[in-house]
């Protein structure tokens, strides 16, 4: 377990000094914590569904890979915690499915998650803030 730690510690680190990396110094650390723990939190809440690529599942389950995540950056933190239902077009195709909810995940985690799915996959959209799901998920609370 502390094995573990020295490394993600050490991992931080190198990637926070990378020259690609668009956040310095704390930023940087403090978003490769959120991409690092919203991966975790992804491949327990996420995975069975959207799959380990991001692909979705056909046309039953709408892909991440997209702008959508970006654009829509409510209605994704929102569906996250509460779940959607209903109609939604993601990329010129159609979704009608259930997204189940996860109302124990905290407006930390949901970050952590969202910074994960902006990231990742050609995503490239940048950090998710604590701040910023809490505006979302009170505006989808109403």
């Given amino acids: 377990m502390r094995f573990k730690i020295i490394v993600a510690a050490i991992s931080f680190f190198i ?7 668009k956040y310095s110094g704390n ?18 809440h996420c995975l069975n569904c959207h799959q380990k690529d991001g692909s979705g599942l056909g046309k039953l389950i709408p892909p991440l890979t997209t702008d959508f995540i970006s654009k829509q950056q409510e209605v994704a933190i929102c569906g996250i915690k509460h779940g959607l239902q209903g109609p939604l077009t993601v990329n010129d195709t ?10 124990r995940l905290t407006p930390l985690e949901i970050a952590e998650i969202m910074t994960y799915i902006s990231n990742s996959w050609g995503n490239d959209f940048g950090m998710v803030t604590t701040s910023e ?3 979302a998920l009170k505006k989808c609370n109403n």
């Fill in 15 to 21: 990637l926070s000094c990378r020259p690609d990396n």
């Fill in 27 to 44: 930023q940087a650390i403090k978003f490769n914590q959120y991409k690092f723990q919203g991966e975790q939190l992804y491949i327990s």
């Fill in 94 to 103: 159609l979704y009608d499915g259930i997204m189940p909810n996860n109302p």
């Fill in 133 to 135: 799901v809490n505006k």
